[in-house]
């Protein structure tokens, strides 16, 4: 028999996400500015204008834009094998930890490529877009993302109309969250775009203190209880639960 505790996901906060939002529009500045008017976030445009390009016998335009879709979907797929291969177990440390030091790592190499290689830029960037919009799909219980805005100001408005109805103040708390979100999405966006003409290429380097602090926070926003449940008992945490050797749940 195992005791299973419930973990609080430190990733879930709003502040963590808050930070990763400001970074994702951080991003798409930069590579709109910067790395040819290319937006690394928005994969819906990158097909339409692949298949346009294709259609009309523009071979090397449709490659330019399969390419950011092909580094997406790698970095989807990179992120479930760091969630399921390179879990960490320990009630301090996550696997999102993980996450966020590759996405630092790449960021860091993105800084310094030259404007001649472009395509490869935008590929990392969509790379870790990737990364970050799987890994962090939870804010304090509901569905968002941090590298795009589309599904949030959606999840925004509909809360915001079930609020005026009801008056419920889940549903107003709902709104904040969403609406803080796509704020500090909009501020990222506008830091990037007034900084990006004068740091050039190393503008990028500004979403690393963002993802650093995210990184620290995520480490310091625990449920101490289960950290001396942890320390008594041996317990572990997987997702959303913590476990040590016997076999409740408490809640």
């Known amino acids: ?35 040819g008017q290319v937006f690394a976030n928005a994969q819906t445009g990158n097909i339409v204008l692949m298949g346009q390009n294709f259609a009309m016998g523009n071979l090397r335009e449709g490659v330019e834009h399969l390419l950011p879709l092909l580094a997406f979907s790698m970095g989807i797929y990179l992120a479930e094998v760091i969630h399921h291969h390179f879990h960490s177990k320990s009630v301090t440390v996550h696997w999102r930890h993980s996450v966020l030091l590759v996405e630092l790592g790449v960021l860091v190499l993105v800084a310094f490529l030259p404007q001649s ?50 008056g419920e103040d889940k549903r107003r708390h709902q709104v904040i969250l969403y609406g803080s979100v796509i704020l500090c999405f909009m501020t990222g966006a506008a830091v990037g775009g007034v900084f990006t003409l004068d740091w050039g290429e190393e503008a990028i380097l500004l979403c690393c203190p963002l993802l650093l602090v995210a990184f620290v926070l995520m480490l310091r926003i625990r449920n101490r209880y ?11 945490e997987d997702e959303s639960v913590v476990t040590a050797p016997d076999g409740k749940i408490l809640k």
Do not use: P
């Not at 028999?1 to 996400?17: E, I, N, T």
């Not at 808050?18 to 790395?35: F, H, K």
């Not at 472009?118 to 877009?129: D, E, G, R, T, Y």
């Open 1 to 35: 028999m195992v005791h299973k505790y419930r973990a609080k996901q430190a990733s879930d906060s709003l502040l963590v996400g808050c930070l990763l939002s400001a970074s994702g529009g951080l991003q798409d500045a930069y590579t709109y500015n910067i790395r």
């Open 117 to 166: 290689v472009n395509w490869l830029a935008n590929m990392l960037v969509s790379f870790v877009c990737a990364l970050q919009v799987q890994s962090f799909r939870v804010l304090e219980g509901n569905s968002y993302a941090t590298t795009m805005c589309i599904g949030n100001l959606r999840s925004c408005m509909e809360n915001l109309y079930y609020w005026r109805k009801t």
């Open 226 to 236: 289960l950290r001396f449940i942890s320390m008594l008992s041996g317990a572990e």
